[in-house]
């Protein structure tokens, strides 16, 4: 049996080990589930406050969380020698499909 996702490139950036050998870092993430809003307020609110709460809930929802969410589900390090011999480097938005299967091989391809 083998556990298989998919993800996109959300972030390539430089990082530096403690030694300050410098890696290529290549984060895969998935767009994460967001919650719904609830506006409430407590009982012993002032009306004034109470007044308010409508205006609040006729803001559109664009306005007040970011339109995408991602978290990070596969990140690896490659030496800047790594990054220049990979055929077709990656880029950021590309879509991947994950596989890991039972003898802990993890297999990375584009769709």
Known sequence: MSVKFECKVTSIHPA???NGNEYVCVEFAYESAQQPMV??????????AQAFLPLLQ???????????TYSNRLVIYLTPE???RLPTPYKVGDVFSV???QGGS??????
């Open 16 to 18: 530096f080990d403690p």
């Open 39 to 48: 506006f409430t307020l407590p009982p012993e609110a002032p009306p004034e």
């Open 58 to 68: 006729s803001i559109p929802k664009a306005f007040l969380r970011p339109p995408k």
């Open 82 to 84: 790594e990054w220049d």
């Open 99 to 101: 596989t890991i299967d």
């Open 106 to 111: 993890i297999t990375v391809t584009q769709t």
